[in-house]
């Protein structure tokens, strides 16, 4: 079996609530202070929107997972979101949220967290609705593809987020870049791309899966996105505090980047 077959085939153990636990609630979901990593996430996302540099008709996001914060700051600046993920049970967790199905995870710390910094008196209930209403599609990916969403796609997107994925499905540094590469191919000339992920990570838990990781220094990130053909705009890494450091995953910190894909010459 190849190695990539092999990450697709740990994945299938993968534990959405279990993830959902161990990453999205306290003590790493802690919104009293910034210091802690999601409000650090959540306020890279929503300075980076409040530039007024990103928009368009459509966003993708790139391995959504069974998460919808990394859109939050997003959803102001696009007609339609596009949420993606190799396996149907993360892709139900998503449709059921836009459905507003009641057993779900609670997102209103984080809608309201995000209201709050960004500062514009608006009520999570109303930014709740107004995701809902631009997450208008729920797609199956696979970055190992030169075409990640097959022929699903028919115009490249004003703009890519990710969160986590790319590292955490790459068996090694050149996966790890031909990944980038390839879904670089869903993104127009001179769009943004807002990626969030783990330095230094090799392994992480949900559930029963223990999911292999490669790892990736801030060093690696650039290089990989300047193969890839972008120009970085501001790139920022967190030191994940010895109290967030819970046996969940080896992560040594988090980076952010807002990159944009280089126009043809
Ligand atoms: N071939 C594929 N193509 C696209 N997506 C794929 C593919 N295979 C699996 N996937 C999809 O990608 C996955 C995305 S979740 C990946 C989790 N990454 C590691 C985890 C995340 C995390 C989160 C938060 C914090 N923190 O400190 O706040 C730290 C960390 C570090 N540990 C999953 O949805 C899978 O379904």
Known sequence: MSSIAAVGESYQKFNPRAYLQNNYMPPRADFSSEDCVVPWKLRCLAE???TGDIHGRTLIDVGSGPTIYQLLSACDHFEEIIATDYLEVNRAVLRRWVQGEPDGFDWSPYIKHVCRIEGK???WKEKEQKLRGKLRQILPIDVHQPEPLGSQVCQPADALVSTFCLEAVSPDRPSF???LSNVTTLLKPGGHFLLIGALEESFYLAGEAKLSVVPVSEVDVKEALSKSGY???DFRSYLM???LKIGVDDVSGVFF????KKSVA
Do not use: T
């Open 48 to 50: 980076a929107f409040a």
């Open 121 to 123: 008196g608006e009520q």
């Open 177 to 179: 870049e031909r990944a």
């Open 231 to 233: 120009r970085i705009h």
């Open 241 to 243: 505090p010895p109290g």
């Open 257 to 260: 980047v807002h990159a944009q």
